[in-house]
RNA sequence: GGCUCUAUCGUCUAGUGGUUAGGACGAAAGCUUCUCAAGCUUUAAACCGGAGUUCGAUUCUCCGUAGAGUCACCA
């Protein structure tokens, strides 16, 4: 087999998209399993809407997501390329200058058509088989605007012809485009590449994923704390399966895995709560220097002060965030919504919310908690971890009731209605503070 | 509208000419330390319709239906 050239090609006028993600990790996946080359292609012939600030996006993203290219174009760079090939067309016959009125302001007078040989193109692709169009309809299209101004259809075929791309791995929203290439080709005596067109991801109401359902940039996804695995992982099995239940899998079985035989010929409709679900998962794999420094991040500026003059909580806590959240993101939410104050600042609560549902007196609370505080007093400094102070309280807080002790001994050093569990916080806390909050706690109840 | 493509649980999907149609997300229930999260267990949930081929179609063929993409001097 000859080597495999795949390329991805966008054009800058708009971010790095979730759909074109999944195209160039397809992409970059049969190179890589192939020994292969992986091209990156700007397609920048629209200079009215190409933004050097999307290139930089771009690039930014498939850095990020660890999709390297072996080799980088930039449509504009080239040109010569497409004029010597225009200028061998029209030898050639196939291409000439047309007059036109120009319809709209901007439009040319004269402009480079094709000689439309009229013929019916068949060409394989690789998920859907053999397809068929009748190119009459299409007329004889312009190419380029002038010698120097190539239009996409007819740059993409002088690329990927010059560039030795066997491969080309796209979107099927290209499929109808796909025949007017073939044309250009057989003018120009270029091989045909092997063509595969991947299904459409699709928002919730089955149309093409865009902006105005709110898909975000890759960029923002990063910003919003997905991790490049998570993104990765997710966004292969929309469209293709291993052949098999597995589902998490890494980048470098990918390439071993990937083939383009096992991608699916229906869109896929984008369901975030499941690339949350890989985040989560990918969280938890991620090493924790590196959570605490994502985590450490997204803290309003207060909370950071604290966390930095308390190192040891800050340390303490990361398991506990780690374990209610699905992004990072998520944590600057929960910390200005005073989610993490308690572990650094005596919480304030009203004496009714120590109460376990309905079924104490307060002075009853009040005693309960007299002796957690004795039992936790017991209990030596060097092992005031989860496990020993469970151990310490677990009998009496089953005898008199789990939910009576357990209740206002946790809203003691929380003072929240939801929180980890009271030995966890404990430990967090230290034993200090933990025997000064449950005080402050049976004061109250005792009025 | 023309052309092209697509069709299994709500979603992502596996699968076969004969299966209790499998897994995952999400949902519901239960367990696990009071709450939350996590974890574990369990449950509900699908072959678009109609013909045909066949002993037998979710699977093969055709016709519908529905949805999508595309029809530029954009890419």
Known sequence: ?????TRFAPSPTGVLHIGSVRTALYSWLYARQNNGRFILRIEDTDKERSKKEFEDNIIDGLNWLGLNHDEFFRQSDRAVFYKERIIELIAK???????????????????????????????????????????TELGDFVIAKDFDTPLYHFAVVIDDFDMGVTHIIRGDDAISNTPRQILIQEALGAPRPIYTHLPMILAPDKSKLSKRHGALAVTEYREEGYLPEAILNFVA??????????????????????????????????????????NKHYIKLFPVGKVSDEIFAR????????????????????????????????????????????????????????????????HVAGQK???????????????????TIKTAIWGYATEAGRGSVLWPMRYALSGRDKSPDPFTLASILGKETTIHRIEGAIKLLLI
């Open 1 to 5: 087999m000859t080597n495999v050239i």
């Open 93 to 135: 016959g196939a291409v000439y200058i047309s007059k036109e009125e120009p319809k709209e302001p901007g439009e040319r007078a004269e402009v480079l058509r094709f000689k439309n040989p009229n013929k019916v193109v068949t060409f394989r692709d690789e998920v859907r088989g053999d397809i068929s169009f009748d190119t």
């Open 237 to 278: 099995l929309m469209g293709w399966n291993p052949g098999n239940d597995q589902e998490i899998i890494s980048l470098e079985e990918m390439i071993k895995l990937f083939s383009l035989e096992k991608v699916q010929k229906g869109g896929a409709v984008w369901n975030i709560d499941k690339l949350k679900w890989f």
């Open 299 to 362: 803290f309003p500026d207060a909370l950071r002060e604290k966390a930095e003059a308390n190192p040891k909580i800050f340390g303490k806590i990361i398991p506990v965030i780690v374990d209610h959240i699905s992004t990072f993101g998520e944590v600057h939410a929960l910390a200005e919504a005073g989610e993490y104050d308690y572990f650094f600042d005596d919480p304030t609560y009203q004496r009714e919310s120590l109460l376990w549902k309905d079924e104490n007196e307060p």
């Open 369 to 387: 908690l007299q002796k957690v505080l004795a039992l936790i007093d017991d209990i030596d400094d060097a092992f005031f971890v989860p496990e």
